[in-house]
């Protein structure tokens, strides 16, 4: 494929038989029951997505014409099961492989973050060979994955993967201040000042009270 269009199910789809191939071998390829649960997972998403059967099987269809993902009929079973082809079509395997799943399940990272994260999908050496894998990635034609621009306040610059295009970037911009704005801080400056008089007078004539009592 010349682009990657892929949408935010075909991608999750994708992630999840890259993942589960590594973590359940001895279940995979997945049914869609099992894939449905997959891409549904509260932990280990980013973002948590609620598909649903036909959003899976529109999401395989798609795939499969694409040719990134087969379907498998065991012997014996009435249940078909899905795989993706991704070493045929993208050439990718290993460490390549656990990267860009790691990035198609929980968006945009860092490299440190990808090792820490990919657990028993792959037992990466260091965050030396995760960069190597992501600037391999990044060098395919077309690209998969692309270094982003450092955000405002971050230590480390984030990659993410091309599957569904450019990726949109959050605009980080410091809040802009006008006279309404510096009215209002003003204001709640001065309410609070006269609160905690008003709580000092409070107490002050609490103790004279107890006082009196006491005489």
């Not at 991608?11 to 869609?32: F, M, S």
């Not at 269809?61 to 991704?86: C, D, F, I, N, T």
């Not at 198609?104 to 820490?116: D, N, S, W």
Request: contains cysteine; glycine residues 4%.
């Amino acid at each position: 494929m010349d682009t990657h269009q892929l949408d935010p199910a075909e991608v999750r789809v994708l992630g999840c038989l890259i993942e589960k191939q590594a973590l359940n071998p001895d279940t995979y390829p997945l049914t869609l029951n099992t894939l449905l649960s997959a891409c549904n997972q509260l932990t280990s998403r980013e973002p948590v997505l609620s598909l649903s059967d036909a959003d899976i099987s529109a999401a395989l269809a798609s795939l499969m014409a694409q040719k990134l993902v087969a379907e498998r009929l065991p012997a014996g079973s009435r249940v078909a099961k899905y795989e993706h082809r991704l070493p045929y079509v993208w050439n990718i395997e290993g460490a390549r492989m656990a990267v860009l799943a790691m990035l198609m399940l929980r968006g945009p990272q860092t490299p440190a973050e990808i090792r820490t994260r990919s657990g028993r999908i792959y037992a990466f050496s260091g965050v030396d060979e995760v960069e190597t894998a992501l600037q391999a990635l990044a060098d395919k034609y077309p690209p998969l994955v692309v270094h982003l621009p450092r955000q405002p306040g971050a230590r480390e610059a984030r990659w993410a993967h091309l599957l569904s295009g450019e990726p949109v970037l959050a605009a980080v911009t410091a809040p802009v201040r006008n006279e309404d704005d510096e009215a209002i801080v003003v204001g709640l400056t001065g309410r609070v000042a006269a609160l905690e008089a008003e709580v000092a007078a409070l107490k002050t004539r609490l103790s004279e009270l107890e006082a009196l009592i006491a005489d």
